[in-house]
């Protein structure tokens, strides 16, 4: 019996400092004064090299001639995907709809 009490009381205790830590951790955990030496500014990160860039960058690289380079072949490639997915049920109602004719 004491053994079950025992571990009903830690079960409580474990609780009640979940319950408060839940409370202390509510946002990012990082500073928000520019003064203190883990603030970290607001940032994103270039899409080809992952180097922390301005929020304003648009489109979203650091301005490097390779990321610059990689970064139009991928907008190049995606927008080929997307007519290809479109194109690509169009033409096959349509030879359906001319087949049935």
């Not at 004064?33 to 270039?46: D, G």
């Not at 690289?61 to 995907?81: F, L, N, Q, S, V």
């Amino acid at each position: 019996m004491a053994g079950k009490e025992k571990l009903a009381d830690q079960i409580r205790a474990n609780v009640e400092r979940a319950s408060d830590v839940k409370k202390v951790r509510k946002g990012t955990g990082l500073p928000k004064s520019a003064a203190s030496k883990a603030f970290v500014a607001a940032h994103r990160h270039c899409q080809v090299c992952q180097t922390p860039i301005s929020l304003k960058n648009d489109p979203p690289i650091c301005g490097d001639a390779e990321c610059d380079k990689e970064h139009e072949g991928r907008t190049r490639a995606r927008k080929r995907w997307t007519i290809l997915m479109y194109a690509a049920p169009g033409i096959m109602v349509l030879t359906f709809v001319i087949s049935v004719m």
